[in-house]
């Protein structure tokens, strides 16, 4: 069955980094587009990069500048770089498969504050 595990969240201080990692199982991860989302108290979940399977990525406005979403075929693995944090990027994070049928993660914390 397909499987999303979301490490690499924690508490950064402003202006800090952090990299996301999805591991992904019981798919051919090379022939499907991944992202990330994120979800902060109160909102709706959002998109926050994609990227196709040929290496094609999207960012949302907010982040652009500051995240890079990359993927590893071999590992089957999908990467969100975040620097340049701010207090609004707090937001549990999502991996998801895309497709005909959508898959997501259980989501990993991200917390930036002082």
């Known amino acids: 069955q397909v499987q999303l595990v979301e490490s690499g969240g924690g508490l950064v201080q402003p202006g800090g980094s952090l990299r996301l990692s999805c591991a992904a199982s019981g798919f051919i991860f090379n022939t499907f587009p991944m992202a990330w989302y994120r979800q902060a108290p109160g909102k709706q979940r959002a998109l926050v990069a994609e990227?196709?399977?040929?290496?094609?990525?999207n960012y949302a406005d907010s982040v652009k500048g500051r995240f890079i979403i990359s993927r590893d075929n071999a590992k089957n693995t999908v990467y969100l770089q975040m620097n340049s944090l701010k207090p609004e990027d707090t937001a549990v994070y999502y991996c998801?498969?895309?497709?005909?049928?959508?898959?997501w993660g259980r989501g990993t914390q991200v917390t930036v504050s002082s």
């Open positions: 990227i196709t399977s040929n290496g094609i990525t």
């Open positions: 998801n498969r895309g497709g005909f049928n959508s898959y």
